[in-house]
């Protein structure tokens, strides 16, 4: 079945600086890859999402990278401010099933 | 509804005992998965409907979890003879059609505590 890695676990960065997390998946056949933000105690909610058939996907500060070839994807924050401090879960989807990352926490120091 | 709604929010139960996890997706939603997140951890996958389809129960960790899913609405996550490793959030999510969207809205969760 698919596996998805995420790195790092958890980041801080200072407000304002830009904060990259990366993805790697395993099974060839995963053609959506989302992205999940989980505040302290909230539920996850999808912030962007990006399909096999794109390279590049951007929504204001936030954006994903995918490379279909080497098996990994990428968001990357820009302009990062308190608010964007939460968990974050990069996901695949394979068939029927969505498989999700590990997580990483990245808080943003004002 | 407007979201998906899970009960109870809060459960505590002794070692050994059964519980009932329930949830209730977005209305005409036909995929509904559940997840299990520990402290600090991931999303672990644990089981998926879509529709009369038969469910994907690859995730489920033992045989003392089950979950069926009535009328393609509800569904009941079970878990028989609860052991202190169960202990997590239990997350309910549906989707309208892993087909169509795969948007996935989440419930708010179900904390399970096994003393």
């Known amino acids: 079945g698919e596996n998805v890695e995420q790195h790092p676990s958890t980041l801080s960065v200072q407000e304002g600086d830009s904060a990259v997390i990366k993805c790697t998946y395993s099974d060839s056949a995963s053609n959506y890859f989302p992205w999940y933000k989980q505040e302290l105690g909230k539920r996850p909610q999808l912030i962007i999402d990006i399909r096999s058939n794109v390279g590049e996907k951007k929504d204001q500060r936030i954006a994903v990278t995918l490379n279909k070839t080497a098996k990994h994807f990428s968001l990357h924050i820009t302009e990062t401010q308190p608010e964007d401090s939460a968990v974050y879960f990069c996901a695949a989807l394979a068939g029927q099933k969505v498989t999700f990352g590990t997580g990483t926490k990245l808080q943003v120091i004002p | 509804g407007a979201g998906v709604s899970q009960s109870p929010s809060n459960k505590v139960t002794e070692k050994g005992k059964d519980v009932e996890l329930r949830c209730d997706p977005i209305s005409g939603h036909t995929a509904l998965y559940w997840y299990r997140q520990s402290l600090g951890q991931g999303l672990e996958f644990l089981i998926y409907?879509?529709?009369?389809?038969?469910?994907?129960k690859s995730g489920l960790p033992s045989d003392r979890f089950s979950a069926e899913r009535t009328g393609g609405s509800v569904s009941t996550l079970t878990i028989q003879r609860t052991q202190q490793e169960d202990s997590a959030v239990y997350l309910c999510?549906?989707?309208?059609?892993?087909?169509?969207?795969?948007?996935?809205?989440f419930g708010s969760g179900t904390q399970l505590s096994v003393l």
């Open positions: 409907f879509q529709g009369n389809s038969a469910p994907d």
């Open positions: 999510a549906s989707s309208l059609s892993l087909a169509t969207n795969e948007k996935l809205f």
